[in-house]
T-cell receptor
């Protein structure tokens, strides 16, 4: 089983729609969580961190469920410019020191007119 | 410079040749990383450095080496390139290993 799993999509949605992405992680020792956005042939960029209480940044809402080891990203009022691949990222400490950041393979979103 | 820069932007290389990918950051971040990204496999960590003078192996280190002589620079060397090393390579940095990472624009490498 992969350490971080995402539905690859693509999710094709009309402009203005609400869309939700889910991500599951396998290691219960994971400590911090992020959503990154990656445009075609570009580098990943941090979209938002995910906090235990849930957090919102404009049209984007992230939720974390530690009991189910599940992270979600909700995008409201989708814009054409939201079309990208969204990467779920999980960070955990390693025995003996250090941290490991594991990236999901990404969920592709296409927002259409 | 603002953020992370990588060089070259792209490169076509003959198998067996030696190649060094350069990465420089000006954010004074302690930790730096090298990833490769391949279709269907996502980002995989090659090597990392938690602080200047130290390095560690990631998920796919074979065929690659790194050095971290100072805070700003983290070059990745392919001693003898093979076609399976054809990929997009991203360098990243973070203030500490627990924090979010910031990525450079990537190097697109093709080994023939």
């Amino acid at each position: 089983r992969k350490e971080v799993e995402q539905d690859p999509g693509p999710f094709n949605v009309p402009e203005g729609a609400t869309v939700a992405f889910n991500c599951t992680y396998s290691n219960s020792a994971s400590q911090s969580f992020f959503w990154y956005r990656q445009d075609c042939r570009k580098e990943p960029k941090l979209l938002m961190s995910v906090y235990s209480s849930g957090n919102e940044d404009g049209r984007f809402t992230a939720q974390l469920n530690r009991a189910s080891q599940y992270i979600s990203l909700l995008i409201r009022d989708s814009k054409l410019s939201d079309s990208a691949t969204y990467l779920c990222v999980v960070n955990r400490s390693l025995t003996g020191g250090g941290n490991k950041l594991t990236f999901g393979t990404g969920t592709q979103l296409k927002v259409e007119l | 410079i603002a953020g992370i820069t990588q060089a070259p932007t792209s490169q076509i290389l003959a198998a067996g040749r030696r190649m060094t990918l350069r990465c420089t950051q000006d954010m004074r971040h302690n930790a730096m990383y090298w990833y490769r990204q391949d279709l269907g496999l996502g980002l995989r960590l090659i090597h990392y450095s938690n602080t200047a003078g130290t390095t560690g192996k990631g998920e796919v280190p074979d065929g690659y080496s790194v050095s971290r002589a100072n805070t700003d620079d983290f070059p990745l060397t392919l001693a003898s390139a093979v076609p399976s090393q054809t990929s997009v390579y991203f360098c990243a940095s973070s203030d500490s290993p627990r924090d979010e990472q910031f990525f450079g624009p990537g190097t697109r490498l093709t080994v023939l």
